[in-house]
């Protein structure tokens, strides 16, 4: 029966952890400008940090397991003999387990490398930074017109997959702003996780001198000349994710 359902929850969880990694929020500073005539300028500049999606649910599982499965009874008693020889057998297998892992440290640092050269190709990054244990530094920016949506971070190259920010063309004229990466997120599958999550401190902040239809930071929006602008801070307490609905000048 065990077996039974360890091999279901690994089927649902397969599609999954056949990503490998993701990547989160750490300390950074992020602006997003959309204007009335659908132009934008969207920033970030700070840390991107890797998270092993793969380690992190097999922790999980791991512990959502144990005990599961075990033989009912008393434990078979074990002779002087046949502890020393188990004792023998768990050592060798620590130091190979040991082995196993320095050399898995070693690919994923090569891979982390090699997704901060091909993040540097893309139009928008300024300059990607590899600092090691999975923390890079990003200075991001682009410009464009809201004709279509729009995600950040995405690049099938670096397997980049799980944007922080994502902007979807609303009927005709308006545009819905969602940054699940800021805010309350702690699923895995959408590249968050315990660790991370407690490195998440930073500042979204949305300007716009469209009609700001609504928008969830509860400290509501400033008004500067003929923009509006919302500030969301993100920390490990923020529990709504940065969400805003902007409306576009209609088009003739």
């Not at 890079?136 to 995405?154: A, E, N, R």
């Not at 670096?158 to 922080?164: D, G, L, Q, R, S």
Request: proline content about 4%; charged content about 30%; overall charge negative.
């Amino acid at each position: 029966m065990f077996d039974r359902f360890k091999g279901i929850a690994l089927a649902i969880l397969a599609p999954v952890l056949l990503v490998g990694c993701a990547f989160s929020p750490g300390k950074f500073a992020s602006t997003l400008t959309i204007l009335a005539d659908r132009s934008f300028t969207f920033s970030y500049q700070g840390e991107v940090i890797a998270v092993d999606i793969a380690g992190e649910m097999a922790k999980g599982m791991g512990d959502a397991f144990k005990g599961l499965g075990d033989e009912d009874g008393d434990e078979k008693k074990k002779t002087t003999t046949s502890l020393l020889r188990d004792a023998a057998w768990q050592e060798g297998e620590d130091a190979a387990e040991a082995e196993d892992d320095a050399e898995e440290a070693a690919k994923k640092e090569a891979k982390f490398k090699a997704i901060a050269e091909a993040l540097t190709k893309e139009a928008g990054y300024r300059s990607v930074t590899y600092k090691g244990d999975g923390v890079f530094v990003v200075d991001y920016q682009i410009s464009g017109k809201l004709t279509h949506g729009f995600l950040w971070p995405y690049n099938l190259d670096a397997e980049v997959i799980f944007p922080f920010v994502v902007l979807e063309l609303r009927g005709a004229d308006a545009v819905r702003v969602k940054a699940p990466a800021f805010g309350d997120n702690d699923s895995l599958g959408k590249g968050k996780s315990d660790t991370t999550n407690a490195k998440l401190d930073g500042t979204f902040t949305l300007v716009t001198d469209g009609e700001l239809v609504s928008q969830n930071n509860e400290d509501g929006a400033k008004t500067e000349g003929n923009r509006r602008t919302v500030t969301w801070k993100a920390s490990p307490l923020s529990k709504d994710a940065p969400m805003a609905v902007v409306k576009f000048t209609p088009k003739p």
